[in-house]
């Protein structure tokens, strides 16, 4: 469940993954932020916060449940997040947290979900503006007739994380 708290100090870390370097924002001990390499709609570095060690709460937690995910071992993160944004775009992540691993909805499916069947745009637009990708599982989400649709970390990622989950993955190392 997503929660928000009144505005912290942000750190972040970089930690290596089979999808390339991710960037880790926390504040005041959640998560606030997981962002790709050339990620659209990420931050611009100065509001990333200083860089840490990676001691900083939840950057250990997160690192160990992203390795078992990567792993075959995870198929949901249990973590404490606090995305930034409207109340329709948190109510989408909330929605995104219970898509089942290995499972795609389309957007139209997600709009019915939360009540607003003719709000499908609405819904992909919040999706696009996820900043805690793979944990907020917004690479889930596909058009329609199942293609892929726009994902910020770019659609060869989003394919490879639809594939990965679908073979039950097991198949990606962690780097250490």
């Given amino acids: ?8 100090q942000h750190v972040h870390t970089v930690v290596d993954s089979p ?5 880790l924002v926390a504040a005041g001990g959640r998560l606030v932020g997981l962002y790709m390499e050339q990620q659209r709609h990420r931050p611009p570095q100065e509001l ?3 860089r840490g060690d990676g001691d900083e709460q939840p950057f250990g937690e997160t690192v160990r449940q992203l390795r078992e995910y990567f792993d075959g ?3 949901a993160f249990d973590l404490p997040l606090d ?3 409207t109340p329709f775009q948190r109510t989408v992540w909330d929605a ?4 089942p691993y290995g499972q795609t909805l389309s957007y139209g499916e997600l709009a019915a979900r939360l009540g607003r069947p003719g709000a499908a745009r609405a819904v992909g637009l919040a999706n696009g503006r996820n900043p805690i990708g793979i944990v907020i599982p917004c690479h889930r989400v596909v058009g ?6 726009g994902y910020g970390g770019g659609l060869d990622r989003k394919q490879r994380l639809l594939d990965f989950e679908k073979q039950g993955a097991g198949q990606l190392a962690f780097p250490v």
């Fill in 83 to 85: 995305p930034a944004g």
């Fill in 48 to 50: 990333l916060g200083e």
């Fill in 1 to 8: 469940m997503i929660t928000r708290d009144p505005v912290q």
């Fill in 144 to 149: 329609s007739t199942g293609a892929l649709t």
């Fill in 96 to 99: 995104l947290l219970e898509i």
């Fill in 19 to 23: 999808y390339g370097p991710l960037t």
């Fill in 73 to 75: 071992r995870r198929t």
